[in-house]
């Protein structure tokens, strides 16, 4: 059974940090490029970062460059999404995805469609 499991969500006043965890099974970790999507009440889900099966390309969208960090460890099986100087529009339920798909650019991986695993989700709220 696959699972994609995201935890350490949760409130954090702006300025502040939290750390993502999305722990996998059931795949071959190593073949998959992750990445982490968020979505806002009323919004559509969007591509926030993703980083290539090896580690060796990494994608930040514009809103979150320089503040957050992707990064992998492929012997836990884990990816984690590092979030510092977090702002009141980084509020939502935060999602990581899995996918085979090899990426020749890597600004493709923010697309949701390309991705085959989803976890539940964990909620990052970020008062003012």
């Known amino acids: 059974e696959v699972r994609l499991v995201e935890s350490g969500g949760g409130l954090v006043q702006a300025g502040g940090s939290l750390r993502l965890s999305c722990a996998t099974s059931g795949f071959t970790f190593d073949d998959y490029a992750i990445g982490w999507f968020r979505q806002a009440p009323g919004k ?31 012997a836990k099986n884990t990816v ?14 935060y999602f990581c995805a899995a996918t085979e798909f090899y990426f ?22 970020v008062s003012s």
């Open 44 to 74: 559509e889900r969007e591509g926030v970062s993703c980083i290539s099966s090896m580690a060796g390309s990494t994608y930040y969208a514009d809103p979150v460059k320089g503040r957050f960090t992707i990064s992998r460890n492929n």
């Open 80 to 93: 984690y999404l590092e979030m510092n100087g977090l702002k009141p529009e980084d509020t939502a339920v």
């Open 104 to 125: 020749s650019s890597v600004v493709a991986c923010k697309f949701p469609s390309f991705y085959k695993y989803w976890g539940q989700g964990t909620q990052v709220t």
